[in-house]
T-cell receptor
Framework: AAGVIQSPRHLIKEKRETATLKCYPI?????VYWYQQGPGQDPQFLIS???????DKGSIPDRFSAQQFSDYHSELNMSSLELGDSALYFC??????????FGEGSRLTVL | AQKVTQAQTEISVVEKEDVTLDCVYE???????LFWYKQPPSGELVFLIR??????QNEISGRYSWNFQKSTSSFNFTITASQVVDSAVYFC???????????FGGGTRLMVKP
């Protein structure tokens, strides 16, 4: 069965650079979520979208933005990267009110 | 505010032992959902179970079982006859409605030694 696809799986950036992560949800899933997991930490909710509109917002820095496109894929844009942004970024998808399925994560390293 | 506490940060057992991972939660919602996820060394989050607040029936799936006690706000996870492949970090999580804005516990790292 198709799962949530995230790209790239690994990304290395320098401080103050910009990074973009992509997420392709499971087909027919209308809701996308982004989570950030720092080293040794639990995942923290960043933001979610339902039917291409932002539905909830968590602890997402102002330097980050995200959107969901007409084909339901989502992108997380991160600017002015800081060392503390180094983390595993998970995308998850669900049907509205349904179970949450996570992608394999994108590991961002900021040097 | 919602909160999930996994008091055990690390557990080490020998293969074939049974092990229980504790999870205690706090929420003011009358309807909520509880989850367990497994995160192996490769990093992905693997869904194990979702339980809604109205269903206190315990569940068994192979070597896995879950004990939901609403009276003590606990949702404990037991692995019977543990195996080396069970070694991972296990997260308990809570949401106010199905699948939305999960609040995770700090995770329990389980190490199963041969």
């Amino acid at each position: 069965a198709a799962g949530v696809i995230q790209s790239p799986r690994h990304l290395i950036k320098e401080k103050r650079e910009t990074a973009t992560l992509k997420c392709y949800p499971i087909p027919r899933h209308d809701t996308v979520y982004w989570y950030q997991q720092g080293p040794g930490q639990d995942p923290q909710f960043l933001i979610s979208f339902y039917e291409k509109m932002q539905s909830d917002k968590g602890s997402i820095p102002d330097r980050f933005s995200a959107q969901q496109f007409s084909d339901y894929h989502s992108e997380l844009n991160m600017s002015s990267l800081e060392l503390g942004d180094s983390a595993l970024y998970f995308c998850a998808s669900s049907r509205q009110g349904g179970e949450l399925f996570f992608g394999e994560g994108s590991r961002l390293t900021v040097l | 505010a919602q909160k999930v506490t996994q008091a055990q940060t690390e557990i080490s057992v020998v293969e074939k032992e049974d092990v229980t991972l504790d999870c205690v939660y706090e929420t003011r919602d009358t309807t909520y959902y509880l989850f367990w996820y497994k995160q192996p060394p490769s990093g992905e989050l693997v869904f194990l179970i979702r339980r809604n607040s109205f269903d206190e029936q315990n569940e068994i799936s192979g070597r896995y079982s879950w004990n939901f006690q609403k009276s003590t706000s606990s949702f404990n996870f037991t692995i019977t006859a543990s195996q080396v492949v069970d070694s991972a970090v296990y997260f308990c999580a809570l949401s106010g409605n199905a699948g939305n804005m999960l609040t995770f516990g700090g995770g329990t790292r389980l190490m199963v030694k041969p």
